[in-house]
C-alpha cells in the first residue's frame, strides 16, 4: 500500500509539472508551413544542433561521428525565402565517435588537423526552393583551410514557440555529399571512403 501511494504522488507531481507544457502542445500553435514563419534573424542552438559525418571503412563497415559544437545565424522572410542569409561554424575539435583512439587519429595531421584548422565554416551564397517544405542551400564551406562549394538539401521541419523555453524556434533537417579529397583529406583514399555524407539536425531560437 505505501509503495502504491509513492507511485499515485510521484505520478500526481509528474503531471502538475507537465501540465503547463501538456496544455501548450495541446493549443497547437506550431506551423509546418515556411510561409507562416516569422521573419527575423535567429540564432542556431547547439544543445540541440549536431551533424553526424559518415564514410566507408574499406567496404567493411561505415564510420560514423558527430560534430558536436556548432555555432550559427540564419536570416530569413517568408516573403523572399531566396534571400536567406546562414552563416554556421563548426568546432572541429568537438568531433566524436565513441572511440578515444580514433577520435585522435581524424582529429591528427592525417584527416583534420584540428590543432592548424580548430574551425570549419559555412557560409551560404543561394537558396532554391524546391518544394513546399524543402530548398537546396549552395554556400562556401571551408575545411581543412580549402574553400569548395556545397550544397546542403534542406528540409523545414517546423516553427513556433518551443513550450519549454518560450522562445520562438525554427527546426530544419539536411544533408550533404563531399569529397574530402576535395578539401586536401586524402588520408588512405580510396581505401577509407573519399565520399563523406553529412546529415544535419539544426534548431535555431529567435534572437530578439
Do not use: C
Not at 43 to 52: A, E
Not at 69 to 74: C, F, I, S
Not at 94 to 116: E, R
Not at 120 to 137: L, M, R
Amino acid at each position: 500500500m505505501r509503495q502504491t501511494l509513492k507511485i499515485a504522488a510521484f505520478g500526481l507531481a509528474a503531471a502538475v509539472v507537465l501540465a503547463p507544457v501538456s496544455a501548450t502542445w495541446a493549443q497547437g500553435g506550431f506551423t509546418h508551413a515556411p510561409a507562416e514563419v516569422r521573419a527575423g534573424t535567429y540564432v542556431l542552438d547547439p544543445g540541440h544542433s549536431k551533424i553526424t559525418w559518415s564514410l566507408s571503412h574499406f567496404g567493411f563497415s561505415t564510420y560514423v561521428g558527430q560534430f558536436a559544437k556548432v555555432d550559427g545565424t540564419l536570416t530569413v522572410d517568408p516573403k523572399t525565402p531566396t534571400a536567406a542569409k546562414l552563416d554556421v561554424t563548426v568546432d572541429t575539435a568537438s568531433l566524436g565517435t565513441l572511440n578515444p583512439a580514433l577520435d585522435t587519429h581524424v582529429k591528427s595531421a592525417d584527416f583534420l588537423d584540428v590543432a592548424q584548422f580548430p574551425q570549419a565554416t559555412f557560409k551560404a551564397t543561394s537558396v532554391k526552393v524546391t518544394g513546399e517544405t524543402t530548398a537546396d542551400i549552395t554556400g562556401d564551406l571551408t575545411l581543412h583551410g580549402v574553400t569548395k562549394p556545397v550544397v546542403v538539401h534542406a528540409t523545414f521541419n517546423q516553427a513556433g514557440v518551443n513550450p519549454i523555453d518560450k522562445k520562438y524556434s525554427l527546426g530544419f533537417d539536411g544533408e550533404a555529399v563531399l569529397k574530402r579529397s576535395d578539401f586536401g583529406v586524402k588520408t588512405y583514399v580510396p581505401y577509407i571512403g573519399d565520399e563523406v555524407t553529412l546529415k544535419i539536425e539544426t534548431e535555431f531560437k529567435a534572437a530578439n
